[in-house]
């Protein structure tokens, strides 16, 4: 896989293991491969904005990282902290301290949020957190403007999209990851609640967390200031440098880099209008009825 | 409870297994029931011989599994137990499983059809409200009783849709041996609790109790019905009996309503419960159905007056070969009447439900809504659900949708879980216990939510 031009790699130099290392990395759905070949490596206290247009392969990255059982992984090494992610389950990767802030996150009827946020922050740093749970909670309630309200709501049930992305954002307050991957959490979003969500992360950001910011907007770049940014054309980063790429591809948009990557005599495989694979296998409603209905009449 | 059960000896004919007319006589006697009611209790014993067994072919029992039925084998009554001085003086295989740990307004327990125990509150008593066995009601109480007992499940009941053949309440109607009787006076408010306890303890034994209920005029009641029994000794017929319980909730008056069964494993049954509403009166109904190895379950409710409203919520869990059959009813008789039901259920090992549910909208009930659901979780590959929702609509300008849903855990809500850490057994067991939630957070008394949370969860089991 022909490298884009790499300027200095943010990572490594001084010859530590990243806490996130992904190395040649493909991924399919159904058998079809989305992503053909990524390296990245994410250290604590680095934020790095990944820029696409739609259907590029943004969130099937973010998904595979978290290992949903629909992406499979062909090709190619993920480690956390020297550990291979690959081998872990969903929930051994959380633990370790790898979160996704969902694009899309599931509603569950029946399952309080507050009993649900004990219950997750219990499992990742055992019974001794739960003594400092609630004080933390208001805190981080007050942090994203969240009324007390919410820990008795559904997960998810009947929130404005506004709702469900602080609520993803509380969540990452709340269980502290040492690397958190943020996908497209600013589409959906009022100006307010983009606020609100932007001072959120910028509150957690420091030495000891990494943020993967998935985005196609500059908007949230504007907010929260990337130190690196990849952009991902057609399942592969064909250009990596500091935060002034996001404002060109702000500027003259996707073509100029087109251009480029061509020029260098490769190929770019681009999206078919309007749409990210994974979009369109994860619609939104879906989740709104988890079963297989039927007979369902309206009057 | 001011009546003493006489202590005249159990006749003879009740001894013997199966049912016959003499039983259903001498048992009227034995209870000492007025004439009144043992006319009722012959009408009962006529339509007994008249509606034929139901089979696979009888609509509405096709997917019912009766072949627990051991007919000639089940005595109808056995004797009554002596009173116990307190709750916890009462067996500990009955006080094992009774949540007790909030306070109620009255308690009566019943021991194969006697009173065990009981008491109710003196300030409810002061205002006028009546809670005793039914015998001592039928007796003491006929001003109140004529017009209610055997009336809304009548001795031959000849039901329309959803057709139910009638059959075991007819039999309850011949042998009923029991039950409870609640009356609220008008603009009287009880929202402590008032609890039967139905504990079928003779396997050998029919247990029948008929309870009925009156909300009068601008009233509010909080009933809790409970019905438990032994175990089948090794190589018995399961224990059998058939319940029913007539509600009736005058105009302006509220019941917050929950009935539990938790029968035992090898216990076969009926339960035929119906309310009807009186004008803008409304009924908050929880049916928890967790025990029986089969067991049928009739809940309906008839919308009778003017801008009246029922909600009606329902959970059951199968597991090993339980087989659930559960039949609803929310009849719109008159306009601008609102029903509302959702029955969750969760069948693992190889339980089977059959879930049969009608909304039916009369001519004449134009502005009503009626909403109904049915939604089940299958555990797993082995169990089965069987949902058929009904729709009859004979009037314009109402609202009606139905909606039945039968799947496995969503893996969607199991791995969003599992990435916030939590591993997959625990992921699961919360998806399951969530999807009991919006059924059991309708229960009207806080503590009694938890204890059917732990009962759901103990079902679970090591996912």
Not at chain 1, 122 to 131: E, L, N, S, T
Not at chain 2, 312 to 323: I, N, S
Not at chain 2, 371 to 380: E, H, I, R, T, V
Request: hydrophobic content about 40%.
């Amino acid at each position: 896989m022909a490298a884009a031009e790499t300027l200095e790699r943010p990572v490594g130099t001084d010859g530590r293991v990243p806490t996130l290392q992904i190395e040649g990395l493909h991924v399919a759905i159904d058998g079809h491969e989305i992503i053909h070949g990524i390296d990245l490596a994410v250290n604590k206290g680095e934020v790095h904005a990944i820029l696409g247009p739609n259907g590029s392969g943004k969130s099937t990255l973010a998904y595979a990282l978290m290992g949903n059982p629909r992406y499979e992984i062909t090709e190619g090494t993920v480690t956390f902290n020297g550990e291979d992610v690959l081998e872990m389950e969903p929930d051994e990767r959380a633990r370790a301290g790898l979160f996704l802030c969902f694009q899309y996150p599931t509603s569950i009827p029946g399952v309080q949020m507050g009993n649900f946020l004990r219950l997750a922050v219990k499992a990742r740093f055992g019974d001794k957190a739960v003594k400092t749970f609630r004080r933390e909670l208001q805190e981080k309630l007050r942090l994203l403007k969240m009324d007390q309200s919410y820990m008795q709501r559904y997960l998810n049930e009947g929130f404005s999209g506004g709702e469900k992305k602080k609520a993803e954002i509380l969540q990452m307050a709340m269980l502290k990851p040492e690397i958190a991957i943020m996908d497209e959490t600013d589409s959906g979003l009022d100006v307010d609640a983009f606020k609100v969500v932007a001072d959120g992360v910028n509150a957690m950001r420091g030495a000891d967390r990494g943020f993967v910011v998935i985005t196609h907007y500059n908007r949230m770049l504007e907010y929260i200031k990337p130190d690196f940014v990849h952009v991902l054309i057609g399942g592969k980063i064909v250009k990596e440098d500091g935060p002034e790429l996001a404002v060109q591809v702000d500027q003259h948009g996707y073509g100029p880099i087109i251009e480029e990557v061509r020029a260098r005599g490769e190929e770019v495989e681009l999206p078919e209008e309007g749409g990210a694979t994974y979009a369109r296998e994860e619609p939104a409603a879906r989740h709104h009825d988890p079963f297989r209905s039927h007979g369902r009449t309206a009057i | 409870m001011t009546t003493l059960v006489r202590t005249t000896e159990l006749p003879a004919t009740l001894l013997e297994a199966g049912f016959s007319e003499a039983a259903s006589r001498a048992l009227g006697e034995w209870r000492d029931d007025p004439d009144w009611v043992r006319a009722l209790r012959a009408h009962g014993w006529e339509a007994w011989e008249d509606i034929p067994m139901p089979g696979k072919t009888t609509e509405g029992w096709r997917r019912s599994d009766l072949r627990f039925l051991a007919l000639d084998r089940v005595r109808p009554a056995t004797a009554l137990p002596e009173r116990a001085a307190g709750f916890d003086a009462l067996p500990r295989a009955l006080t094992e499983q009774v949540d007790m740990s909030f306070a109620a307004g009255g308690v009566l327990v019943q021991r194969d059809g006697g009173t065990a125990y009981g008491e109710i509150v003196d300030d409810l008593r002061e205002q006028g409200v009546i809670f005793t066995d039914l015998h001592t009601a039928l007796r003491e109480h006929r001003d109140l009783l004529e017009a209610h007992f055997m009336q809304l499940v009548p001795a031959r009941w000849q039901p329309g849709p959803p057709s139910n053949a009638g059959k075991f309440e007819a039999l309850n109607a011949a042998f009923f041996n029991g039950g409870s009787f609640v009356y609220v006076p008008p603009n009287t408010t009880v929202t402590l609790p008032v609890r039967s306890i139905f504990w079928a303890s003779d396997p050998a034994a029919g247990f029948f109790p008929r309870s009925v209920v009156i909300v009068d005029r601008g009233a509010r009641l909080v009933y809790l019905d409970e019905y438990r029994s032994v175990e089948a000794p090794e190589g018995a017929p399961a224990v059998f009996g058939s319940g029913v319980v007539e509600l009736y909730i005058k105009d302006g008056a509220r019941l917050d309503y929950v009935t539990t069964q938790e029968w035992s494993p090898s216990t076969g049954g009926f339960l035929t419960q119906r309310v009807t509403l009186g004008r803008d009166a409304y009924v908050n109904w929880v049916v928890v159905a967790l025990g029986g190895l089969c067991s049928r379950l009739t809940a309906d409710v008839l919308l009778q007056g003017k801008g009246t409203k029922a909600d009606l919520l329902g959970l059951a869990f199968g597991e090993r070969t339980q087989v659930f059959d559960i039949h609803t009813l929310q009849d719109h008789l008159s306009p601008y009447t609102d029903s509302d039901q959702l029955f969750k259920t969760a069948l693992r090992d190889r339980a089977r439900l059959a879930y049969e549910g009608l909304i039916y909208i009369r001519p004449g009930s134009y502005g009503s809504n009626g909403y109904q659901a049915n939604k089940n979780l299958l555990l797993d590959d082995t169990a089965k659900a069987d949902s058929i929702p009904m729709l009859q609509i004979h009037d314009n300008d109402v609202r009606c949708t139905h909606s039945s849903a039968t799947g496995p855990v969503d893996e969607h809500h199991v791995h969003y879980l599992m990435t916030r850490g939590l591993p997959r057994p625990q992921a699961e067991r919360m998806v399951i216990q969530g999807h009991f939630e919006p059924v059991i957070g309708r229960i009207a008394v806080e503590e009694l939510k938890d204890t059917i949370r732990d009962a759901v969860d103990r079902r679970i089991g090591d996912r």
